[in-house]
């Protein structure tokens, strides 16, 4: 069974990518979605069998001997306990929704199946790290998944900005897989293994290790923790490495929500838990783990107040629920963790498929300033946008009621260094989140409609523009202001241009009709109509499972608590202002963003324009992008530059092989200069030789010369 779950999705893949065009489109997405559509229901079999009270725990399942190297020997092999079948659950339900609602967005660009064949191959690496028995297996599956990501994020390779957001992506990605890897060669030299039943065993007997490096001796375990956590980092998008996540946004809107909801977001909170022995054993690590997590978590959910992208204000929403399962982790909540990541693939797959109708109704309008009053021409959209919304602000009795209430609740109980700083994040972070959430759903939904003036513009669903461009985004933003002030721009786009000019430009090249929103085709909204259910009911139903009085039959021992972790239990102990706390600030956001853009929508235009520095610094993501231009790209590029030019060019070729061809092609110069056909000029030459060996036996008295005089 768990061969066909992670083969079928390679299969699918493989005859969408080599046979798509002889095939058609048509029959690689059916292909490609039939065969993930069947390992998704093998998932649940799966899910229900291991957690079942008929499972004892991890099992092995042997595919070959991958390689021996001396000491090292690493099988493929499949790791089948709980944590495995949750991710196999999440992993293929996400992506055959994606697959299938794909088969509409999707449906007029002429390259489907290159399309579904990397979506499946995607998930096939996503599926490859989840079921990894070894570290090595993991990090093939986690460089396979980054691969898939550049490909998919750069799917519409013809834009830049496409380009751009792939490269992006894949090269801050290495940034953190580089702490990864060094991670992965420290587990070996410590354990003399990279499986999990090699690694797992030997962590009490290394609690007092210690190790040099960089020329100071350290905790072993910590060390190697902190390396492992860094390759968490770039790929969950945590602070200082979480720059790609919202230029990822370039990419298809199905490939946002694959890539946000279920898969490659989350492989560094697998990848923790699935360490969490590891971890426990490091407890220093594990500070560090809550305080990114914390800082991750407010960081991002500033950001999110201000952003205008519609697909954008979600992205950042991931990188704050990646925080919040981060902070879990490191209190030594896995459980919540790991719940937290179950319920948020189904409100957050809910919310990026539903911006996807979206868009697809305003004809790939992104821009939340140019929409508005939709609600009456996609209901259908609107009340699944409504419920994401619910769950993802943690509404009472909704899935991220039940995980996100307990992180805050384990951040407060825990005893850890650093479990205050984390708490206080995550509550603010709650009452940002409600108000961007609920500001999203106001500017797109409700209020006056302001597409009907200039027409919802942009390029088709070819792939040549899902974003449009910057500068008729402002211009757009600065017409609807100034009718009506329902949007809180400044007089300046969001790197600081004028407006005016933008707003010229995009009169002379976008004069369309306007054209009425619609709802989107059955294939999409079936999707957001199942996703709709778990975002709504999956806490409640598996709440006792996962972190409730079943917990521990359960996960049976897929994850460590070790003797002195008692933060599960001790999270009923929470006082109830805490355990009120994430409500109240759930309706305050909701108030907030009710007074300002129902009420009084004039209001965040007046707010932006009184807080220019503050709203330019949060509309500029905090500047990491500039900062790290400056002290990482620029450098690194004018360094690159100096080598091709300096010395490649002008010393190693220039005194190497293209110096030692000049020198000798100047010599053959001279020399045919001296082949003139004349004997006078041939006699002349040999009257200089002699001449000249005179003159070396008159100034050295050489021997040689004395013979030929003699």
């Given at each position: 069974m768990y061969h066909a779950i992670v083969f079928l999705p390679l299969i699918g893949s493989l005859i969408a990518g080599l046979f798509g065009r002889r095939i058609g489109a048509k029959a690689s997405e059916f292909v490609t979605t039939s065969l993930v559509a069947f390992a998704a229901l093998l998932s649940w079999v799966a899910f229900f069998e291991v957690t079942g009270g008929h499972g004892h725990g991890a099992t092995r399942h042997l595919v070959a001997n991958w390689f021996t190297v001396g000491d090292l020997a690493v099988d493929w092999a499949f790791r089948a306990d709980t944590l495995t079948v949750v991710m196999l659950v999440v992993v293929n339900s996400v992506s055959c929704l994606v697959h299938l609602y794909s088969t509409g967005y999707m449906h007029e660009d002429p390259h489907r199946p290159r399309f579904f064949s990397y979506l499946s191959l995607f998930t096939f690496a996503m599926l490859m790290l989840v079921t990894s028995d070894n570290l090595v297996q993991m990090f093939f599956g986690w460089e396979g998944v980054g691969l898939a990501s550049y490909l998919l994020i750069g799917f519409w390779y013809e834009k830049p900005s496409a380009n751009a957001a792939a490269m992006k992506a894949f090269i801050v990605n290495r940034v953190g897989d580089f702490g990864f890897s060094l991670g992965i060669f420290l587990v070996?030299?410590?354990?003399?293994?990279?499986?999990?039943?090699?690694?797992?065993?030997?962590?009490?007997?290394?609690?007092?290790?210690?190790?040099?490096?960089?020329?100071?001796?350290?905790?072993?375990?910590?060390?190697?923790?902190?390396?492992?956590?860094?390759?968490?980092?770039?790929?969950?998008?945590?602070?200082?490495?979480?720059?790609?996540?919202?230029?990822?946004?370039?990419?298809?809107?199905?490939?946002?929500?694959?890539?946000?909801?279920?898969?490659?977001?989350?492989?560094?909170?697998?990848?923790?838990?699935?360490?969490?022995?590891?971890?426990?054993?490091?407890?220093?690590?594990?500070?560090?783990?809550?305080?990114?997590?914390?800082?991750?978590?407010?960081?991002?959910?500033?950001?999110?107040?201000?952003?205008?992208?519609?697909?954008?204000?979600?992205?950042?929403?991931?990188?704050?629920?990646?925080?919040?399962?981060?902070?879990?982790?490191?209190?030594?909540?896995?459980?919540?963790?790991?719940?937290?990541?179950?319920?948020?693939?189904?409100f957050k797959a809910l919310l990026f498929l539903g911006a996807g109708s979206v868009i697809h109704a305003m004809h790939h309008e992104q821009d939340m300033r140019n929409m508005g009053a939709l609600r009456r021409y996609i209901p259908f959209t609107t009340a699944m946008m409504a419920i994401g919304t619910l769950a993802l602000i943690g509404f009472p009795f909704t899935a991220g009621y039940y995980s996100k209430d307990a992180i805050i609740e384990a951040a407060y109980v825990s005893t850890r260094p650093g479990h205050t700083l984390a708490f206080l994040a995550t509550v603010i972070a709650a009452f940002f989140t409600s108000f961007y959430s609920w500001r999203l759903f106001f500017m797109t939904f409700e209020g006056q409609k302001r597409w009907a003036a200039h027409g919802a513009h942009g390029h088709d669903a070819h792939g040549h523009d899902d974003h449009h461009a910057d500068a008729h985004a402002t211009a757009g933003a600065a017409q609807a202001d100034g009718a009506r002030g329902h949007h809180e721009g400044v007089a300046h786009d969001d790197k600081g241009h004028d407006v005016e000019a933008a707003l010229h430009a995009s009169h002379e090249h976008h004069d369309h009709a306007p054209h009425t929103p619609h709802e989107s085709p059955r294939v999409m909204t079936i999707p957001l109509a199942i996703l709709a259910v778990g975002a709504l009911f999956a806490g409640m139903v598996f709440k006792n499972r996962f972190i409730g009085e079943g917990m521990d039959e359960f996960w049976k021992g897929a994850l460590a608590h070790g003797p002195n972790n008692h933060i599960m239990h001790d999270i009923h102990n929470a006082p109830g202002w805490v355990q009120n706390s994430p409500f109240v600030m759930l309706v305050l956001g909701f108030l907030v963003a009710y007074w300002m853009y129902i009420r009084s929508p004039s209001l965040p235009h007046r707010l932006a324009g009184s807080q220019p520095l503050l709203y330019r610094f949060l509309l500029n993501k905090w500047y990491f992008d500039e900062i790290y231009d400056r002290i990482f790209v620029r450098p690194a590029k004018g360094f690159g530059e100096f080598l091709w030019k300096v010395g490649d060019g002008r010393i190693i070729d220039g005194m190497g092989p293209n110096g030692i061809a000049a020198r000798v092609l100047d010599v053959t110069r001279g020399a045919v200069r001296l082949q003139t056909g004349y004997v006078y000029h041939y006699a002349f030459v040999m009257l200089i030789g002699v001449a000249l060996l005179v003159s070396w036996y008159l100034f050295t008295g050489s021997p040689a010369v004395s013979a030929v005089a003699h």
């Open positions: 070996f030299v410590l354990t003399g293994s990279v499986a999990f039943d090699g690694i797992f065993p030997k962590v009490a007997e290394l609690s007092n290790a210690q190790f040099h490096f960089l020329g100071t001796e350290w905790h072993a375990l910590t060390l190697c923790c902190l390396l492992l956590f860094m390759g968490a980092m770039g790929k969950s998008a945590q602070f200082l490495l979480h720059t790609w996540l919202p230029d990822a946004m370039e990419g298809p809107t199905p490939v946002s929500a694959l890539i946000h909801a279920a898969t490659m977001v989350t492989a560094g909170v697998f990848m923790v838990a699935r360490l969490s022995p590891l971890f426990e054993a490091a407890p220093n690590a594990l500070i560090v783990v809550t305080v990114i997590g914390g800082i991750t978590a407010f960081f991002a959910a500033t950001i999110g107040l201000v952003q205008n992208d519609i697909k954008r204000v979600i992205a950042y929403s991931t990188c704050s629920q990646l925080g919040y399962m981060f902070v879990a982790l490191g209190v030594g909540a896995y459980a919540a963790g790991v719940f937290h990541l179950f319920t948020h693939a189904f």
